[in-house]
Nanobody, 130 residues
């Protein structure tokens, strides 16, 4: 059974940092696209950052230069380092992974929930206060 379990969310002040982790089990996603999405109640789930099958990365314009996505294939874990956090970054953050090989980071980033990406975690809440 494949599972994605996010952790690392919390409440910090604007300007602070958080590192999210997504531990995958049941399947090795070392050659697959994985991504972080976020959602605010009432809004659509949006792509934040993705790492493609080839290891390249892509980011939403709103987080470029502040967030960094990385993957530890040995631990089968995806990370999102978030710096210079803003109140508008407040959201539930979800990890996602796809079984298809060859997906680029941009392809993963632009999927429309719930279509696209084969597996989703249950999310971790990030709250940024001003």
């Amino acid at each position: 059974q494949v599972q994605l379990v996010e952790s690392g969310g919390g409440s910090v002040q604007a300007g602070g940092s958080l590192r999210l982790s997504c531990a995958a089990s049941g399947y090795s996603f070392s050659n697959n696209c994985m991504a972080w999405f976020r959602q605010v109640p009432g809004d659509e789930r949006e792509g934040v950052a993705a790492i493609g099958s080839d290891g390249t990365t892509a980011y939403a314009d709103s987080v470029k230069g502040r967030f960094t996505i990385s993957k530890d294939t040995a631990k089968n874990t995806l990370y999102l380092q978030m710096n210079s956090l803003k109140p508008e970054d407040t959201a539930m953050y979800y990890c996602a992974a796809d079984l298809a090989l060859g997906m680029t980071a941009i392809q993963c980033l632009e999927v429309e929930y719930p279509y696209g990406m084969d597996y989703w975690g249950k999310g971790t809440l990030v709250t940024i206060s001003s």
